[in-house]
Each structure stands twice: as C-alpha cells, then as structure tokens.
C-alpha cells in the first residue's frame, strides 16, 4: 500500500513538472537585420541556401502575409517589444543620438520582456539594440531584460569587427579582429545551456545582413564556386559578383548558427519546450553596395528598406513548436510584429496592458480555434518628407510625401496586384475615403515623431 502510495505521489509530482514545465516554454525570437521577403529558400530564393531555416519551417508554421513594425531598424523593434503599430508606438522612426545610440522607449513603457520577467523568466538581448543610448530610460535592463550583450547604437552595428561590445552596462572589454556575428552565436549558445533548468525569453538580433558586406573569407568560397556555374550571375561585373557573393555567404552563415542553436536545443532534450521564432526587422537593403534586384531579395515585390510597399515591409516569418505546434504548415493569416506580444501573452494566459495594436496569432499556431483578424494594419515613417500605409481586406492605401504641400495618394488591390504595379486610386475613391479614415484615426501625435499636419 505504501509503495503505491509513494507511486502515485511521484506520478502526480512528475505530471506536475511537466505541467509547470510546458505551461511557461522557453521563448527564442531570432530577427535578422535587412533580409528580403525573397532571401530564404523557404520563400522562393533559388541562390543562397538555407537549409536549417527551411528545417525550421517544415516543422512549424511558415507565415506568407506577415509584416515588419516599421520600414527600418529602431520603429519595427520597438512595435515588436511594446505590441504597438507605429501610429501609438513611442518610438516612430531612426531619431539620431551622439556619440551613440538613439532615442529612448520612455519609462513608461511596458515590453513583452518586463512581462515575461514579472511571470518567472529570465530575459536576455543578444546582438543589437538600437532603442536607446547609454544610461537613458531605453537601456535594456530598464526595459525588461536581465542581460544584453552586443551593439547599443545601430550606428556602431553596421561594421561585423568591432572593437569593443557593450555587456550589460559595461564596455571594457576588447573584440578586436573577432566577427561579432560568431560571437553573438557563441554567446547565445551559452546562454540556452546555462539557463535550461529555468523558462528563459532570448531575443537574438542578429545584425545579418546589414550595411556592411563583412564576412570571413573562408565562409565565401561555396559561393565563390556557385556563382560561376549560374548562367545570370556569372556575367555580373567584378565589384556587384563580390557584393552578391558576401551577401549570400552571410545569410547563409546566418542560417548555419540557427542550425547549431536548433542543435543545441535538441541536445539539452529542450526543443519541445522551445518556441523558435524567425523572422526580419523591414525589407532588404541596397547599401555598401549590393543590389537587391540581383537575387530577388524582396520577392518579386515592389520596393525595399524604407519603403511602404510590399518590399519594404512584407518579410519572413517563421514559427516553431515541437509537438505543440504541427509541422508543416504554411498560413496566409495576415499578421504583423506587433502581434507578438499579445501572442506571448496569450501562450502564458496573462493579461495584455492596454493601448497595444496586436492580435494573438495563437490560434494559427495551434491550427485551432477562433483566429481573430485585423481590421486594418497601420505603418508610418518619418523619413523620406514622411511616409503613411494602411492595409485591409487586400486593399492598400500609400500617402508618400506627407510633409509636402502636395502628398501623393496611390491605392492598390493585393490580391490581383501584388507587386503594387497598377495605382487604381482614381477607379475606388469610395474605398480611398474608407483608407483615409482608418489612416487618419490610426496615427496619434507624438512629441518627437512629427508630421507637418500634427498640432
């Protein structure tokens, strides 16, 4: 009676592990920096190989109709973290600070990180920051997160050797000659080992593909070959067959370090307790040289970086969930970065804080359910004389040249028009007074992030 007495006590307690176990799964956000709808195989990409992200998809969810917060680097992160689209996030655009760093998430804001620390994680930012210069309100440990190693100012992020590193609040220590790509990886390596006892959220901002073509010359030869056997590339000039080669040599190392990550999981018995999340912070750039035509970085779509069209905004998504979520699937729910939070939200069962723009994709994970849909996705931009988007119902209204005395409007229809070719505005103004509304109620006035039409 005694033995099954002490049984059952260890069945019910084991049960219960495994309960508190999956009820808090360790959370793995990866966002590239700059990679194109079209640079994952995954996506149509015939040139640069990504095996382990097409691994990555075939045993989760690939999203087709997934959305940036922003068009550049800080906005989209900030909407990533807070929940929120950039008509309400605080932070709207690349607001500039020397010697380093840019302007700060305010005090009062609440990121997914804060949350995730107050419901028993441990929180770490690996890779670049870019939402608030040193000793600001926007330092990583006041907004959420336990550790942060990597770039503070995005400025410093567009070289891959540099010469020193920020760990947490200190920046003494010495990289020099080391790719900070690598040791991002070895880092955040270290880190799921060390914390694989405990729920840990890791955001890993990998600075691939960005600004700078750097990558260790050993790690282009595979392309180096490739390049000469393809029909198209091989007849590219010296200087664009370089910068196409380092481009796709470092998205693929990009790809080679989530494979380890996934290994690493794996081997610590934790991918089953892991949601992997992949994903990008805005379209493809055309900097330092490279050309994003050349590989079809944006996917046949129409624009790149600092764009509202599809180019500049549509990226990759990419969700895995061994064992809860099924493998396999491909979904054209229409979601955005700032759906994040109220998913995570929604996995914990927690409250969401108010004033956040997010829907939980939850249910599209889970292939169950009711999937709650958006009514419109809103993005601004305030560079470029101010920038405006709004997309519903595969209608999308543009308004470029805000601050001008003479904003020009063009709509376009997603479903018969993808690469937004054909400006319909003139045949739909009944559906551009609609837009019009929606653009207008989704944008409230900031401080700092100012169209000429705010008081």
Request: net charge neutral; proline share 5%.
């Given at each position: ?9 260890l ?12 009820s ?16 994952l195989?995954?996506?149509g ?23 940036a ?59 670049k920051?870019?939402?608030?210069f040193p ?7 006041l ?35 080391e ?10 390596l270290?880190?799921?080992?060390e914390?694989?006892k ?25 392309y ?37 990550i996934v ?23 055309s ?15 129409r ?39 109220p ?14 723009d ?41 308004k ?6 003479h904003?020009?409007l ?12 054909k ?5 739909n ?25 705010d008081?």
């Amino acid at each position: 009676m005694r033995n099954t007495f002490l049984l059952l006590l260890l069945f019910t307690f084991n049960c219960y592990t495994v309960f508190s176990q999956s009820s808090k799964p360790n959370i793995i956000f990866i966002l590239a920096d700059d990679l194109g709808y079209g640079d994952l195989e995954v996506y149509g990409q015939d040139f640069i190989e990504t095996p382990n992200l097409n691994q990555l998809s075939e045993n989760g969810v690939t999203f087709t109709e997934h959305y940036a917060g922003s068009t550049v680097c800080a906005p989209s992160r900030a909407s990533l973290l807070t929940g929120m689209h950039t008509g309400h996030s605080p932070i709207r655009g690349n607001h500039e600070k020397f010697p380093q760093g840019q302007f700060p998430l305010p005090d009062s804001t609440v990121t997914i990180a804060q949350l995730l620390q107050e419901n028993g994680y441990h929180t770490n930012v690996i890779g670049k920051w870019g939402l608030g210069f040193p000793s600001s309100s926007g330092i990583p440990s006041l907004q959420g997160f336990d550790n942060f190693f990597g770039y503070n100012c995005q400025r410093k992020a567009h070289g891959y050797y540099p010469r020193k590193l920020w760990d947490n609040l200190d920046i003494t220590k010495e990289y020099k000659g080391e790719y900070s790509h690598s040791v991002f990886t070895d880092k955040a390596l270290e880190y799921i080992e060390e914390k694989s006892k405990e729920p840990f959220f890791l955001y890993l901002a990998y600075t691939i593909p960005h600004a700078k073509l750097q990558i260790p010359k050993e790690k282009t030869t595979h392309y180096i070959d490739k390049i000469k056997t393809d029909s198209t590339l091989s007849k590219l000039g010296p200087l664009k067959k370089k910068h196409t080669i380092k481009y796709a040599s470092m998205v693929s190392l990009m790809d080679e370090d989530i494979g380890r990550i996934v290994h690493k999981l794996d081997s610590l018995n934790l991918l089953e307790n892991t949601i992997i999340i992949f994903s990008s912070d805005n379209g493809p750039h055309s900097e330092r040289g490279y050309n994003p035509k050349i590989l079809n970085s944006s996917g046949g779509l129409r624009g790149k970086k600092r764009d509202l069209y599809e180019g500049g905004i549509k990226i990759p998504h990419i969700v895995s969930w061994k064992g809860t979520v099924e493998a396999g699937q491909v979904s054209n729910h229409v979601s955005a970065h700032w759906d994040f939070f109220p998913t995570v939200t929604d996995i914990l069962d927690i409250p969401n804080p108010k004033g956040i723009d997010g829907i939980s994709y939850l249910p599209t994970l889970l292939n169950s359910g009711d999937q709650k849909k958006h009514e419109y996705l809103y993005w601004e931009f305030h560079g470029k004389r101010g920038r405006q988007a709004v997309l519903s119902d595969q209608w999308k209204l543009i308004k470029y040249k805000v601050n001008s005395s003479h904003p020009q409007l063009e709509l376009y229809n997603l479903s018969s028009d993808p690469s937004e070719s054909k400006n319909v505005i003139l045949e739909n103004m009944q559906m551009v007074e609609k837009l019009k509304k929606m653009m207008n109620s989704a944008h409230s006035g900031n401080r700092v992030f100012k169209f000429k039409f705010d008081k």
